[in-house]
């Protein structure tokens, strides 16, 4: 007697072909195996995967409707047809809307793009700040100058892979519970190319490139900082098959000076000032990276820490004509040894000084700008 496939599915005689798969898919979440491992519901799971596979079949469906079975007469004896509807595929299919039917994947082409390139240099302050162009040596894959990236000795050309037949991949079948299960991967013999070179070029072996040592001009623009990367187009490795080349990326590894720190755009420096300069004021020279000498006023009565600003004088900003300033920090140098008319003299200045004396103050004191302060400031990373 024929199953009642539709009874089956809980569908009727005249549901549609998205109302079938909708039953199918409710059941297969509720009765699958890695879901219900119940022996119950995997015998109701293989009998809804039976009526999914003969419901979904227009010709099978016929048989179904004029009061046959369509397993019966296909050797199924009722239960779980692995020719028809066993694999992963099909479960697939059911779940996600045909995915099985999705096809198999065009060869992969012979001529690929190249990989980037990452190179490293070193640049001084100054050429930072002013911009150089670099000769540098680059190590990369280049056209191979025999076969023109072809790959193939003179006049030979590629020919269709014997081990899959041109399709780029080759496909195994494994058994398990749900079926047969088939999988695919590249051919190893291809590459996954589909094509294989009988004759290949002797110099670059088929590939289409070969390894060689290059010099490149690397135009750094002015502005550039530590780790930044500078990219070149096009002069990366070229790729199999005489494919387009990849970028060169050339990092800036920046070398400390003496003098300056670099913060972004700004450079500071440190200078130390004589006690009595720092009281009466001076001026100073400054040997900066763009300006050459450039004088720096130290006001009268400076005191230790302050820092006096030279607004413009510092890095360039990368692409733009602005740049940052010079931040001078000044060092109150008070001298340790004195001779006798040194000390007199100080002795004579300090009687025109009366009422002051040294004092203990709070750390809180003077808006917490004293030595305590500066102290707390730097542990807290402010």
Do not use: W
Request: glycine share 14%; aromatic share 4%.
């Amino acid at each position: 007697m024929a199953r009642d496939y539709y009874g089956i599915l809980g569908v009727g005689r005249n549901a549609t072909d998205q109302e079938i798969k909708r039953a199918y898919r409710k059941l297969a979440r509720e009765l699958h195996p890695d879901v219900n491992p119940d022996a119950d519901a995997q015998e109701k799971f293989r009998d809804a995967s039976a009526a999914y596979e003969v419901l979904s079949d227009p010709e099978k469906r016929r048989i179904v409707d004029m009061g046959g079975d369509p397993m019966e007469s296909a050797g199924g004896g009722g239960g779980f047809s692995g020719a028809g509807f066993g694999g992963l595929g099909d479960v697939f299919e059911a779940f996600f809307g045909g995915m099985s039917n999705a096809g198999p994947r065009r060869p992969r082409g012979r001529v690929q793009p190249g990989a980037d390139s990452l190179l490293r240099t070193r640049l001084s302050l100054a050429e930072c700040a002013v911009g150089v162009t670099k000769h540098l040596t680059v190590d990369t894959a280049v056209l191979c100058d025999v076969c023109q990236g072809a790959g193939t000795n003179d006049n030979s050309k590629p020919v269709r892979c014997e081990t899959c037949g041109g399709a780029g991949e080759v496909q195994t079948v494994q058994r398990s519970f749900l079926g047969q299960v088939m999988t695919s991967r590249p051919c190893p013999t291809c590459r996954g190319t589909g094509e294989t070179i009988p004759d290949p070029c002797r110099k670059c072996g088929g590939d289409g490139r070969v390894r060689s040592r290059r010099e490149i001009a690397a135009p750094i623009p002015a502005g550039v900082a530590n780790g930044m990367r500078v990219r070149l187009a096009a002069q990366g490795e070229i790729g199999p098959g005489g494919g387009p080349a990849g970028d060169l990326y050339v990092e800036i590894v920046e070398q400390p000076h003496d003098t300056f720190v670099r913060d972004g755009d700004d450079l500071h420096c440190t200078i130390r000032v004589p006690m009595v300069e720092a009281a009466l004021g001076s001026t100073v020279v400054i040997d900066t990276i763009l300006d050459g000498p450039t004088e720096l006023t130290i006001p009268a009565g400076t005191q230790p820490g302050e820092v006096s600003v030279l607004r413009g004088h510092g890095m360039p900003k990368l692409r733009s004509s602005a740049r940052g300033d010079l931040v001078a920090h000044l060092d109150i140098v008070v001298p340790t040894k004195l001779d006798n008319k040194q000390s007199e003299l100080l002795r004579k200045y300090k009687a025109t000084r009366n009422g002051e004396r040294t004092e203990v103050l709070s750390a809180q004191s003077e808006h917490n700008s004293g030595l305590f302060a500066r102290l707390r400031a730097s542990f807290s990373g402010r």
